[in-house]
């Protein structure tokens, strides 16, 4: 049984359709993969997934519970945690602090910073901020935002993580840095990975489902999917070849 199953997945906004039919499975230690072309539906089924929005219909399950239409905080409480494509930190915090509020210590006690908290110096040394715990994250460059964000994710020990376009504005070797950074993460962790860096995501992913007007039309490892036909005709196929 998978960790991570959504079913039948639906949701309209007004009169436009933006997701049909959705059904994606995501076994435990693997890391999986969604991409497409921009309006493919990706970031409304990543919303839905981590529970932002609601289906219209469909089901979602989480290490065989129903969790469908639960809030985002009750869903993280499970061993679910994200990122978002458009950073989320607080910049007047210290990237130690940004880490510390994220720890369910510190959530179980209304978002206190007192006391002790276990664990958020090692969440800093995995991403690579160990040396830069003091810096507030207003000072510290887009790569080391990027990192920090992944941090704020790990702070809440999930059982699953989404991660939502880590690479967006990152140069090369800021990506390589990420890369290498999630290859290292998905030893421990299962991951689900929303991406436009196809290069990227065909370098990490165990297995991709590739969506267009909002349903699944591809599934597979990289190496099915560099010889899907479909993918080879289009210009996906020029990326990942």
């Not at 080391?144 to 376009?165: H, K, M, N, S």
């Amino acid at each position: 049984m998978a960790l991570f199953a959504a079913e039948h997945l639906h949701k309209r906004f007004g009169h436009q359709v933006v997701l049909e039919d959705v059904t994606m499975r995501f076994e435990a230690g693997r890391l999986s993969g969604i991409m497409g072309p921009n309006g493919a539906g990706k970031t409304t089924c990543f919303n839905l997934l981590t529970g932002r929005y609601t289906p219209d219909r469909g089901r979602v399950t989480f290490d065989g519970c129903d969790i469908t239409g639960m809030p985002p905080r009750a869903i993280a409480r499970l061993g679910i945690s994200r990122s978002f494509q458009i950073m989320n930190l607080f910049d007047d915090y210290t990237a130690l602090d940004n880490v510390l509020i994220a720890t369910p210590e510190a959530r179980a006690r209304g978002f206190s910073m007192l006391g002790e908290f276990g664990g958020s110096s090692d969440v800093l040394e995995r991403v690579g901020l160990a040396d830069k715990a003091h810096v507030k994250a207003k000072d510290l460059s887009y790569g080391d935002r990027r990192a920090l964000e992944i941090g704020v994710a790990l702070a809440a020990r999930p059982r699953l993580l989404f991660l939502d376009e880590p690479t967006a504005g990152l140069g090369t070797a800021a990506t390589a840095r990420i890369a290498a950074l999630i290859a290292g993460l998905k030893r421990s962790l299962t991951i689900v990975l929303i991406e436009h860096d196809m290069k990227f995501l065909f370098g990490l992913a165990d297995h991709i489902y590739v969506m267009h007007w909002g349903q699944v039309i591809a599934q597979g490892s990289p190496a099915e999917l560099r010889a899907n036909p479909w993918v080879q005709r289009s210009n996906l196929g020029n990326v990942v070849s």
